[in-house]
Nanobody, 130 residues
């Protein structure tokens, strides 16, 4: 059974930091493309950061580049999103997502497309106050 479980969300003031975690069951990160998305009420789900199965390639949305860092611990099968210098516009529900490399398709073109990913966590709320 595949399960992704996020944690680490919360409320912080602008300029603060949070670290989100996504623990995977049934999803070995070493063979999955994974990413972080966020979505606010009435908004489309937006890709924030993505990392390849090999871990060699990482990508960030322009809005978070230089502030957010995606990483993973293969031994713990945990994905992280370190968020620094948080802004009120970062307030959203954050989701981790995964897709097996065995499914094929181009990760380079799909990495920030929510339809590319097969498995999703339940989300964790991040609220940044000014």
């Amino acid at each position: 059974q595949v399960q992704l479980l996020e944690s680490g969300g919360g409320s912080v003031q602008a300029g603060g930091s949070l670290r989100l975690s996504c623990v995977a069951s049934g999803v070995p990160y070493s063979t999955y493309y994974v990413g972080w998305f966020r979505q606010g009420l009435g908004k489309e789900r937006e890709g924030v950061a993505a990392i390849s199965a090999s871990g060699d390639s990482v990508y960030y949305a322009d809005s978070v580049k230089g502030r957010f860092t995606i990483s993973r611990d293969i031994a713990k099968n945990t994905l992280y999103l370190q968020m620094n210098s948080l802004k009120p516009e970062d307030t959203d529900t954050y989701y981790c997502a995964a897709r097996s490399t065995l499914l094929g398709a181009s990760w380079l073109s799909g990495r920030f497309n929510p339809h590319f990913y097969v498995y999703w966590g339940q989300g964790t709320q991040v609220t940044v106050s000014s």
